[in-house]
Structures are given as structure tokens and as C-alpha cells.
T-cell receptor, first 114, second 114 residues
């Protein structure tokens, strides 16, 4: 079974801090994703990576950056955290080049910015 | 306007009863439609994926149907159990776009009571 592991389930940070969210997958998937999930809204894509060091902006990249130095690891960085970035963050992965495959999600990081 | 609308927003049913969740979409043409189950505090887990040419797909007590003419999908849960209490998310993947271009519904929150 594919396992996507997010480093923290809960995180509390202060405004202005630089915040790192880590995600690791164990199935050699090419594609990795970062989403945020807010009440009443569907999942919104922040960033997508289709290979090591390759990334594409999603729908809401402002205030975020990402890093993918190794295939299994995809990091989301909040450059200077703000209260409107309080949310649930979900990481997901899929194999590359195979279209009708489900995304495998981690259990999320609930981030609170005070 | 969201291109994937789910109804109802929330639903409460008695254990053992059946229920049907709805997903209407405007994404067209589409490649596949997915249903995910998300337990509270966990990441979404794939239940079914249907391509545009399929009209039904089952996974145990979960059966998804698809009517591409009316752009509607349903998720039917048979003989509900307490563990079915979760949010159910409908996701549509357009044709000709990458793995990062998915349209998410906002989910239906199902509560099964004893």
C-alpha cells in the first residue's frame, strides 16, 4: 500500500515565522501535490511537482514555495506565515504517466498561525 | 461558480439504512470522475474512479454511478455502518490536462447514528 507521511499532524506558529511542512511518499511516485483544505471550500492546489526539482504553481501559490530535492520528499514552505494561512494542509502523490490513478493523500497537517 | 457541486451538504441517517449522495458537474469533456472518503482528521481515501465511458463502479457497500449526458454522479451507500460517518468528496478530471488540474467538490458530510 502507498504511504504518504506528513511530518506533523498539528502545528502552531506565530505570524512572520518561516514554516516548513514535510511530506514523504514510499512508492516512487513522480507526481506530488500540496493542497489546502478550508471549511466550505474544496481542496485547492498550492503547488505541484512532476519530478525532482520540477514544480508548477497551482491555484493559490501566493505566500508559499516548495522544494523537491529528492523524489520521495516534497516540502511546503510558508515564507512569512500569516493568520490567513491557518488551514489544513494535505500532501498527495500519484505515479507519473498513468492517467486514471487515484491520488494517495497523507493525513494532513492542521496548521494554526497566531 | 464551482464546476463540481455536491448535495446535500450534510446528511444524518440511521445505522443500517441506505443513502445516496449527489455530484453535479459542468467540467466537460472529462476524463474521469472520482469519489473519496475523508474521515475526520484524516486525508481523503479513494473509493472509486470511473472513466467517462463507465456508468457504474462498486467498492464493497459503495456504488458510484455516472450519467455523462446529465453530468451527474451518485454515490450509493448500502446498509450503512457507523464507520461510514465521514465526508465524501467528488472530483472531476478534465480531458487533456495534467494530473494537477482536478476539480474538487466541497463534500457531503455524512453522519450515521445508532
Amino acid at each position: 500500500d502507498v504511504k504518504v507521511t506528513q511530518s506533523s499532524r498539528y502545528l502552531v506558529k506565530r505570524t512572520g515565522e518561516k514554516v516548513f511542512l514535510e511530506c514523504v511518499q514510499d512508492m516512487d511516485h513522480e507526481n506530488m501535490f500540496w493542497y489546502r483544505q478550508d471549511p466550505g471550500l474544496g481542496l485547492r492546489l498550492i503547488y505541484f511537482s512532476y519530478d525532482v526539482k520540477m514544480k508548477e504553481k497551482g491555484d493559490i501559490p501566493e505566500g508559499y514555495s516548495v522544494s523537491r530535492e529528492k523524489k520521495e520528499r516534497f516540502s511546503l514552505i510558508l515564507e512569512s506565515a500569516s493568520t490567513n494561512q491557518t488551514s489544513m494542509y494535505l500532501c498527495a502523490s500519484t505515479p507519473g504517466g498513468v492517467f486514471n490513478q487515484p491520488q494517495h493523500f497523507g493525513d494532513g497537517t492542521r496548521l494554526s498561525i497566531l | 461558480k464551482n464546476q463540481v457541486e455536491q448535495s446535500p451538504q450534510s446528511l444524518i441517517i440511521l445505522e443500517g439504512k441506505n443513502c445516496t449522495l449527489q455530484c453535479n458537474y459542468t467540467v466537460s469533456p472529462f476524463s474521469n470522475l472520482r469519489w473519496y472518503k475523508q474521515d475526520t482528521g484524516r486525508g481523503p481515501v479513494s473509493l472509486t474512479i470511473m472513466t467517462f465511458s463507465e456508468n457504474t463502479k462498486s467498492n464493497g457497500r459503495y456504488t458510484a454511478t455516472l450519467d455523462a449526458d446529465t453530468k451527474q454522479s451518485s454515490l450509493h451507500i448500502t446498509a450503512s455502518q457507523l464507520s461510514d460517518s465521514a465526508s465524501y468528496i467528488c472530483v472531476v478530471s478534465p480531458v487533456g490536462t495534467g494530473a494537477n488540474n482536478l476539480f474538487f467538490g466541497t463534500g457531503t458530510r455524512l453522519t450515521v447514528i445508532p
